[in-house]
């Protein structure tokens, strides 16, 4: 009997891969299959596995069980040259481009052999581009590329080694949605031509309008395959997360009239830069301000010049009637603003003190973590089992090092810290990057619940369905200055991200 090769026929397949580290199984039992021609996606949840996977495939890592079969054959790969032998490409999460030489140089370079370096090599990279979509300057420096430059760059110094399956791992993390429809073109017409794509992400909506397969990870291992054509975002999220997820509230407006945050011409001038520029809004009791915009232009800082960490050049900062502008960050936390700040591991947390020190960190001089000019510990630690227990934080004790937590179990007890002592304002700066799905909608429920308690509520984030789904008001900065304010209730991703860039007027 001899098997006829149908055009079904696997490409790739893994099977029964496992990889263990110290202390963590990132994989186990990883069974994938995927076909030519097509755009297999991988979710899954932070931490579920996916780079790790990934990084096998590419030969960055190397599997403690399973098999790699590419074309029917079995594959070891001791190292991505192994992988790039038989066609496999990755583009990984941080770009790894040299800022001082141009786009075709860092295209050619290490792979001179291939197309040599001279007229012949531009040629083949004119080719690409063109063939493919990739809009890239041959001549610039990367210095002067934004992000989604760099991914094309990324992608086409892929293809020049001859990839015919390339892995994006996370490719639309880092991008507007305009720039995702443009990427998502160029992997159509590299699917068209025959190439496979594993495409990583966990934003559904995305993995729905481009995939052909579909494989969910979940703790390590696969736990489905989902057909795109008939599979929901909820059928994923619930294989991803593993159980039934909270639904969305239904959002009656909470505003009131009183205004708790303002801001009057907010300037804040770095050298001969404006980084804040002329900024005015107010953010009423029980309303959320969402602050929309590409990274880098001022959300840091606008942040930084509420909190005091940074002093406004000129302008007021009025919080419940009172004039801020010039109280120190610890005055105004008095003053009751409670901070959840950008980056946890370098503003919000001790990694390596107990939960219950962690507590006490930016709230030394109140209670409950302080009676008098003393630090209370008695009073700190009944404190952190109460946000242990109210906020869900997954911990074997608050004796544990934060160090030891999940990120979304991290975040949570921020959230619970800056909630406790009656704030009136709470700033949250990007409140759920990188934690899991599950950790995600709870800090999202929190955030609703202080907007319901009255709470004027200021969240700046990258993820638009995250600032439409929370806000009340959307406020869009550029280069920093508002230049668009948007009703959530109404608006696209689509709006904002035009808006975003400069497209909007
Ligand atoms: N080099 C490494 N050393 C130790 N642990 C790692 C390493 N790489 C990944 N891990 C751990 O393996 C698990 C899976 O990580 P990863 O594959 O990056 O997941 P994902 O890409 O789905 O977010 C995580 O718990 C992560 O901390
Ligand atoms: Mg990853």
Request: hydrophobic share 40%; glycine share 10%.
């Amino acid at each position: 009997m001899v098997a006829t090769q149908t055009a079904a026929a696997p490409l790739i397949e893994l099977r029964g891969i496992g990889k263990r580290f110290p202390g963590v199984v990132a994989n186990h039992d990883v069974d994938v299959t995927i076909r030519p021609g097509t755009v297999h996606a991988l979710v899954g949840e932070n931490g579920a596995g996916k780079s790790t996977l990934m990084k096998i495939l590419y030969g960055v890592q190397r599997p403690d069980d399973g098999a790699i079969v590419v074309d029917g054959t079995d594959k070891v790969f001791r190292s991505p040259s192994d992988a790039i032998a038989v066609g496999i490409g990755m583009v990984f999460q941080h770009f790894m481009l040299a800022d001082n030489l141009t786009v075709l140089e860092n295209c050619v370079l290490g792979a001179e052999k291939l197309h040599g370096i001279g007229g012949r090599a531009r040629r083949t990279f004119v080719d690409l581009c063109a063939r493919f979509g990739f809009d890239l300057d041959p001549d610039v420096l990367v210095e002067e590329l934004g992000v989604a430059a760099r991914q094309r760059l990324e992608i086409v110094k892929v293809l020049y080694r001859g990839a015919k399956v390339i892995i994006l791992d996370e490719p639309t993390a880092v991008l507007v949605p305009q720039e995702v429809d443009a990427l998502f073109d160029n992997l159509r017409d590299l699917r068209a031509s025959g190439h496979s794509l594993l495409f990583i992400s966990h934003k559904l909506d995305e993995v729905l309008a481009i995939s052909d397969d579909i494989t969910v990870m979940r703790r390590g291992t696969t736990v489905g395959h989902a057909d795109p054509a008939t599979a929901t975002k909820r059928q994923l999220a619930e294989l991803m997360v593993g159980s039934e997820l909270p639904s969305p509230e239904t959002a009656e407006s909470t505003v009131q009239e009183t205004v708790m945050l303002r801001l009057d011409d907010v300037s804040l001038v770095e050298g001969e830069r404006a980084v804040l520029d002329a900024i005015s809004f107010a953010i009423h009791k029980g309303e959320v301000l969402g602050i929309a915009g590409v990274e880098g232009n001022g959300q840091t800082e606008l942040v930084e010049v509420i909190m005091g960490l940074a002093h406004a050049t000129s302008g007021t900062i009025t919080l419940d009637g009172e004039d801020i502008t010039a109280y120190t960050t610890r005055a105004r936390r008095e003053a009751g603003i409670g901070y959840v700040p950008e980056d946890r591991h370098r503003h919000g947390l001790l990694l390596d003190a107990p939960l219950w020190e962690n507590r006490i960190l930016g709230h030394q001089t109140r209670r409950p973590s302080a009676r008098g000019p003393w630090i209370d510990r008695a009073g700190a630690r009944q404190d952190t089992e109460r946000i242990v227990e109210q906020y869900d934080v997954r911990t074997p004790s608050i004796d544990t090092n934060a160090r030891a937590l999940s990120g979304g179990n991290q975040q949570k007890l921020i959230v619970g810290r800056e909630m406790s002592g009656d704030p009136v304002l709470l700033i949250a700066s990007h409140p759920t990057r990188g934690v899991d799905v599950g950790a995600q909608a709870a800090i999202w429920d929190h955030i609703r619940e202080a907007r319901r308690a009255g709470l004027a509520v200021l969240v700046i984030s990258a993820d638009l369905d995250e600032l439409i789904g929370l806000s009340d008001t959307i406020e869009v900065i550029l280069r920093g200055r508002l230049v668009g304010t948007f009703d959530p209730a109404t608006v696209t991703p689509a709006e904002l991200g035009a808006a975003m860039t400069g497209g909007h007027d």
